[in-house]
């Protein structure tokens, strides 16, 4: 069964996509299938691997995108699910087991224009038909707004685990707080809508700290973020198992870079070469690692 994962945090900026986007490389480049679901209105995930020609063709076609399967009769999960989604310049796939299912502009209106069937809201069309295809996965990662309005809620649905990228800052904490609240009421408006087969809502397991400067003493941050973590957990408001990650991602310049040439990091020829991005890269893989390992404790 693919373990379906929610990247989330209330406070933006925190280098939530490209933290999701090179875990979900790490993880396709240590052998397992992996699916990006994009929920992000700003579309910066899929136009990453996408590069803007791509999107920009699905963008003005209107179809194509996450926001088609909740019109009914339009397209469905399986439909506009992108195979190999990360090509070169000569068609190959270098990472042929990372799929996406990919999102443009107009998802903005499923937050404003959309009124759907009341008994059957938004977030259980998108479950029933990730259903679809979720066998197919080891891992499904959904990129989600620093929010949960509506498309957040389809990705923490249909999630198993929440995990919270974070700077080392105060505000990162507050996000915390305030997503772990904003949880609560959601999981209360949805419950009577999950099924056995779900399990329980998904709950916090970890917070990642990521984009950490060069220089920046982070021992205060971490120690603060892991007090909350601790609290959460004592009122069984975060999983028993959730864990403040050994593991932390430093800032790179050639993440910047690895977006334009629309790859992720461990794809891009600099990364590999014995220079200070290569460090990056060693990040995003030890976190996936230990996203892995994670795993066996996720149900505790």
Known sequence: MARKIAFINYKGGVGKTSLLVNIAASLAKMGHRVLIC??????????WLLKLDRWNKINSAGRGSIYSVFNPGEERVKDILIKDVVRTKTGEAPLPSLDLIPTTFNLVDLENEY?????????????DQLAEVEADYDFILFDCPPNILRASQCGIFSANEIYVPSNPDALSLIGFTLLVEKLSKFHQLSASFRTSRQGVP?????????????????????MRMQLRLNQFRSAKRAAPAAKLFDQQVRDAMVVRRAVTLGLPVNLVKAAAEGTEEETVVDDYRRVAAELVRHGDRVNE
């Open 115 to 127: 009124s759907g069937d009341p008994a059957q809201p938004h977030y259980v069309v998108f479950r």
């Open 202 to 222: 998904a709950r916090v397991q970890g917070i990642i700290f990521n984009s950490i400067k060069t220089g920046v003493d982070i021992d205060v941050p971490r």
């Open 38 to 47: 994009d929920f992000d209105t700003q579309s910066n995930a899929s136009i």
